[in-house]
């Protein structure tokens, strides 16, 4: 079960947060910024400061943290629906120019009045984080006031590879993991043997196969992951070779149902940097149709796991695969940069591109700990909330930590 967290922050704190943020902070519209996560919220009315209060657009911060809103004209007032991890709710009725605002029911006053302002509904920074559970600080150098969304329960994927054993008791905590054991190899072969992505030796009484089984036993779904690149034309080979791709296509399905995986995560990178780039799409399209029916016919999920479509790579259909497979991973990293963290405006772009091509539901950003550090880890998972996306998932456990563990807990809910 989910461990149920509790997100709504103590008023004391809060009150002690906003009373940093200065009276005169911004005398005029535009002179506040507002981040949510590390990243700039966009808004149809700037913030601004009305009698010593930050005003902020109601609509833009609710519906970025994945509240519901609703607005009734004749009545003048706005509703806003938070759905908690236990199944409860939280419903809260603003009246435009009436500091009586109802919490569940109950009255609740407000400081400020909540404003019409060129048909955007503001409200005081203040309440809003009281009632939702959004932690608030005040820079006063950049004029920033940043908002951290509360802890939400999603979807997570943690990749295991040979070197992750020291981190394998993290398992149990994520919905599912997938373990980097085989590959198709240079000469386009699957294969679970070789130097790296291949079937594990037994360390003493642990076996890859006890793994599998204490991961599936405490509801952590296992997932075989088959790797590889195209960087010897190895997956173009595979792909144009019908024979040899429908003999892979067997073998892998076989090995995740012989091993006992529920699901297989197709991790195949590379494809249309180079060549035809409409042909590597549709030859990989027919590969994971193919895929995609053996699985299912055998009872066993498909995730796919995808270059970003704003980096180099071309050889991926998302709109297809998204109706071939149960989930697309967004590898919304290495965007050919130096070492360090990944820039968020990509990652942003890479989530949006991908949303005009599937739904939410379908898509779970990647997000690698190679990367990443304990300190922007959580900027990433902002952004996975932010577009209400499935969920996250992590390369890879072994490269976690117990820092940036922390920070991860103090984000989502894990399993």
């Known amino acids: 079960m989910k461990v149920i967290a509790k997100i709504l922050l103590s008023s004391a704190l809060l009150a002690g947060s906003l009373a940093a943020i200065p009276a005169d902070a911004a005398k005029a519209a535009g002179k506040v910024s507002i981040t949510l996560d590390g990243y700039p919220l966009s808004f149809p009315v700037e913030p601004t400061v009305l009698k010593g209060a930050t005003m902020v657009p109601f609509r833009a911060i609710s519906e970025a943290l994945g509240i519901q809103v609703v607005w009734n004209q004749?009545?003048?007032?706005?509703?806003?629906?938070?759905?908690?991890?236990?199944?409860?709710?939280?419903?809260?009725?603003?009246?435009?120019?009436?500091?009586?605002?109802?919490?569940?029911?109950?009255?609740?006053?407000?400081?400020?009045?909540?404003?019409?302002?060129?048909?955007?509904?503001?409200?005081?920074?203040?309440?809003?984080?009281?009632?939702?559970?959004?932690?608030?600080?005040?820079?006063?150098?950049?004029?920033?006031?940043?908002?951290?969304?509360?802890?939400?329960?999603?979807?997570?994927?943690?990749?295991?590879?040979?070197?992750?054993?020291?981190?394998?008791?993290?398992?149990?905590?994520?919905?599912?993991?997938?373990?980097?054991?085989?590959?198709?190899?240079?000469?386009?072969?699957?294969?679970?043997?070789?130097?790296?992505?291949?079937?594990?030796?037994?360390?003493?009484?642990?076996?890859?196969?006890?793994?599998?089984?204490?991961?599936?036993?405490?509801?952590?779904?296992?997932?075989?992951?088959?790797?590889?690149?195209?960087?010897?034309?190895?997956?173009?080979?595979?792909?144009?070779?019908?024979?040899?791709?429908?003999?892979?296509?067997?073998?892998?399905?076989?090995?995740?149902?012989?091993?006992?995986?529920?699901?297989?995560?197709?991790?195949?990178?590379?494809?249309?940097?180079?060549?035809?780039?409409?042909?590597?799409?549709?030859?990989?399209?027919?590969?994971?149709?193919?895929?995609?029916?053996?699985?299912?016919?055998?009872?066993?999920?498909?995730?796919?796991?995808?270059?970003?479509?704003?980096?180099?790579?071309?050889?991926y259909d998302y709109k297809t695969l998204s109706g071939l497979a149960d989930d697309l991973v967004i590898m919304a990293y290495a965007f050919e940069q130096e070492k360090g963290p990944e820039p968020l405006k990509q990652v942003d772009e890479a989530i949006r591109l991908a949303l005009k091509e599937t739904t939410k539901d379908k898509l779970i950003l990647g997000i690698s700990l190679g990367s990443e550090n304990a300190g922007t880890v959580n900027d990433k998972i902002g952004l996975a909330k932010r577009y209400d996306l499935k969920g996250v998932a992590f390369w890879r456990l072994g490269l976690i930590g117990q820092p940036a563990w922390a920070k991860i807990n103090e984000s989502i809910e894990m399993k």
């Not at 435009?96 to 509904?121: E, F, H, M, Y």
């Not at 908002?147 to 020291?166: C, H, N, R």
């Not at 590597?280 to 994971?288: G, H, I, L, R, T």
């Open 74 to 315: 004749k009545e003048q007032k706005i509703t806003a629906m938070k759905q908690n991890g236990d199944g409860s709710s939280k419903q809260v009725v603003l009246t435009i120019g009436s500091k009586n605002a109802v919490v569940d029911g109950k009255n609740v006053s407000l400081a400020i009045a909540p404003q019409s302002i060129r048909n955007s509904t503001m409200i005081p920074l203040s309440f809003f984080s009281q009632q939702f559970g959004a932690g608030v600080a005040w820079d006063q150098p950049t004029q920033t006031v940043s908002i951290t969304s509360p802890q939400k329960d999603m979807y997570t994927l943690g990749f295991y590879a040979l070197s992750s054993f020291d981190e394998r008791a993290f398992v149990p905590s994520f919905d599912s993991v997938a373990f980097g054991w085989s590959r198709i190899d240079p000469t386009g072969q699957f294969t679970m043997e070789g130097k790296e992505y291949k079937w594990p030796q037994a360390a003493g009484d642990v076996t890859p196969e006890s793994i599998i089984q204490d991961a599936d036993r405490q509801g952590t779904s296992p997932y075989l992951m088959v790797y590889s690149v195209d960087s010897s034309g190895e997956l173009t080979k595979n792909l144009e070779d019908r024979a040899l791709q429908e003999k892979t296509v067997s073998q892998i399905v076989e090995a995740a149902s012989g091993k006992g995986f529920k699901g297989i995560a197709l991790d195949l990178e590379g494809l249309g940097l180079t060549g035809d780039k409409s042909k590597a799409k549709s030859d990989y399209n027919a590969f994971v149709k193919n895929l995609s029916a053996k699985a299912r016919a055998a009872g066993i999920k498909l995730t796919l796991v995808l270059h970003p479509l704003n980096s180099s790579y071309a050889g």
